[in-house]
């Protein structure tokens, strides 16, 4: 369980970080969402002490991370996939990790393993493609065997295939108690594995909730194809539904497909196509983010 | 392929449920007695050995360390081999170079180069971001500082060796007489006092100005012409305590910059060392109360 408490970080007069206040369930997969420039990664990096916050704090079963006694056996983190020296091995790398935090040797061989990099441990990172350098770099979050990842972007880089895998085994992850806090801009791939959500814009928190409740704010349309457009235009404005038509295809929205199939069917009108559209949480996402957007495009 | 979420079995394994409430504490966070394990000052001291042990694996890992103290042997093979078959006399005192006089000849350029590694064993990490990792496994951060000091400071005690060494036997094979070798053992030990110190030297600049070019060139000029400038225009009891100064009066060499006025001004080899330890504590303290207030990244 992670506990952010009104975490704050100014830059000069620019306020990164504002009033931040959330918790991140164990046992489940929470998404870290928001436009550039939201204040994601300096969240994450107070999250790891990397970076102190002007205000706030984060506790980790109530413990501040930089009070703990062996931070990297509580929380494993990538915020960079590429924080590794290309001149060194796979193997070293993780090694010096190890050794930094007293974890066994053998723990090194285990977690390439569980990442796939077996045949690559003896190759310097300087030639590994991004995909490897990301399994690396999850390599080191699994060190210490710990309860919580926290990842950001982690899917950059990464084939279908190798997200695939990301995405089941933080899952599993997760349904063994973990818990898993994870940045993302691949909004649907999040949409795939994440129990909830934790919207940020502007440096300040939008919304903490599961995806469900996220989902729920978007609005269902309803499109129906009839030769009565006109007259199920008239009908469905007396029950209080907004329509738009548009030749035979009417489209009604905040309303759902059996709410407009029965007021057609009350009033023998014919109906040649009836659909029901949810928005994506892609798009739910950019509504509720796009105020704050630093970098528009034009 | 599966990854695990805290896999060590104890006797108070995750999710107890007691009669009215369920325990999600992992259990290598608790005490025997329950309470939540915190880091204490003795925690962060004892941390100090497997910091070294990182620190040394990052070190050797790099082709380029080898490659820093494989020039200083070759600087000390060629400079003796140069010294006793091209130059063969001192310009100075016009006497015939010996190997008791002229081993140690190449330990400036080894201190030049200790300094250098000491500054990248800190800059890359900063450039690849991999002091980021260091800093989130270790939130002591002097501790960092401790084990990287205490790395380097062994990789300068070996560079001034091997130079030395090096040194010493291309100057016998290249024919030199053997001289007077009264002074040969405080010269070896003050140039390892110097050249450890220089390597610790260059991890408190590297911790100051962080980026590779140019803190490898900021020390570089100070070295071979900021101080000659000064040595050559400033009054000599002002420029006996500029760091290399000192360096130049441990090796008992004379720089392009000294004069018959800063030779007789010079301080004892002790105060020498005690000057530029000094320097170099100097340096890293300033290093570490920035690398505290500065974000790791």
Redesign the interface.
């Known amino acids: 369980?992670i506990t952010v408490s009104h975490l704050t970080k100014r830059y000069g007069h620019r306020v990164a970080v504002s009033g931040m206040t959330f918790d991140v369930a164990?046992g489940r997969v929470t998404g870290f969402v928001g436009p550039n420039g939201a204040g994601k990664s300096t969240t994450m990096?107070m999250m790891?002490?990397?970076?102190?916050p002007d205000h706030g704090d984060v506790r980790y079963?109530?413990?501040s991370?930089?009070?703990?006694?062996h931070?990297?056996?509580?929380v494993g983190?990538v915020?960079?996939a590429?924080?590794?020296?290309?001149?060194?091995?796979a193997r070293?790398h993780l090694?010096?990790?190890a050794?930094?935090?007293?974890i066994p040797a053998r723990r090194v061989d285990e977690v390439l393993?569980?990442?796939?990099l077996d045949t690559a441990a003896g190759q310097r990172a300087g030639g590994f493609s991004l995909g490897m350098r990301q399994r690396l770099a999850l390599a080191?979050a699994?060190l210490g065997?710990?309860?919580v990842l926290l990842l950001d972007e982690p899917s950059n880089g990464l084939d279908p295939d190798g997200i695939r895998?990301l995405r089941n085994?933080?899952s599993?992850?997760?349904n063994?108690?973990?818990t898993v806090f994870v940045s993302s801009h691949l909004i649907g791939e999040l949409a795939m594995f994440a129990d909830d959500l934790v919207v940020v814009g502007g440096g300040k928190l939008l919304a903490a909730e599961p995806v469900a409740a996220t989902l729920a704010r978007g609005e269902t349309t309803v499109v129906v194809r009839t030769p009565d457009a006109a007259d199920l235009v008239v009908l469905l404005d007396r029950h209080g539904i907004t329509v738009s038509i548009d030749g035979d295809r009417l489209t009604a929205k905040g309303t759902t497909l059996t709410a407009v199939a029965q007021i057609a069917f009350d009033h023998r009108i014919q109906v040649v196509e009836i659909t029901e559209a949810s928005r994506s949480l892609e798009e739910i996402l950019l509504d509720m983010t796009g105020a704050s957007a630093e970098f528009v495009a034009a | 392929m599966t990854i695990t979420a805290n896999p060590v079995a104890t006797a108070t394994p995750v999710g107890t449920v007691s009669a009215s409430t369920v325990d999600i504490t992992p259990s290598f966070l608790t005490t025997a007695h329950g309470g939540i394990v915190t880091r204490t000052r003795q925690d962060d001291l004892s941390a100090v050995p497997a910091a070294i042990r990182s620190e040394w694996i990052k070190l050797r890992s790099l082709r380029s360390n080898r490659a820093i103290f494989a020039f200083t042997v070759v600087a000390g093979i060629v400079m003796s081999f140069v010294l006793a078959t091209f130059v063969k006399t001192d310009p100075y005192d016009h006497q015939p170079f010996t190997a008791a006089g002229s081993f140690m000849v190449s330990s400036w350029l080894t201190l030049a180069m200790a300094v250098i590694a000491g500054i990248l064993h800190f800059t890359s990490e900063v450039q690849h971001g991999t002091l980021a990792n260091s800093v989130a496994a270790q939130p002591a951060r002097w501790v960092l500082v401790a084990a990287k000091t205490t790395v380097l400071a062994g990789l300068g005690l070996a560079m001034g060796a091997a130079g030395m060494i090096a040194g010493y036997a291309s100057a016998m094979a290249s024919g030199m007489d053997i001289g007077d070798t009264s002074g040969i053992a405080a010269t070896i030990g003050w140039t390892l006092v110097l050249t450890t110190l220089g390597a610790m030297l260059g991890v408190g600049v590297g911790m100051i100005i962080r980026h590779s070019s140019a803190a490898v060139s900021a020390a570089l000029v100070w070295m071979f012409v900021v101080e000659n400038l000064i040595r050559s225009t400033a009054p000599a009891s002002v420029a006996r305590f500029l760091p290399f100064s000192a360096a130049n009066g441990l090796l008992n060499i004379r720089s392009a910059g000294d004069t018959a006025a800063t030779l007789a001004a010079r301080l004892s080899r002790t105060q020498d060392a005690f000057l530029f330890a000094g320097i170099t504590t100097a340096v890293i303290a300033i290093g570490t109360v920035l690398l505290y207030r500065r974000d790791a990244d």
């Open positions: 369980m164990a990096r790891v002490g990397l970076t102190r079963h109530g413990v991370y930089t009070r703990l006694q931070p990297t056996r509580v983190s915020l960079d590429g924080a590794m020296h290309p001149g060194r091995t070293e090694h010096s990790m050794a930094l935090s007293s393993h569980e990442v796939g080191g699994l065997q710990p309860d895998w085994s933080l599993e992850f997760a063994q108690g973990g």
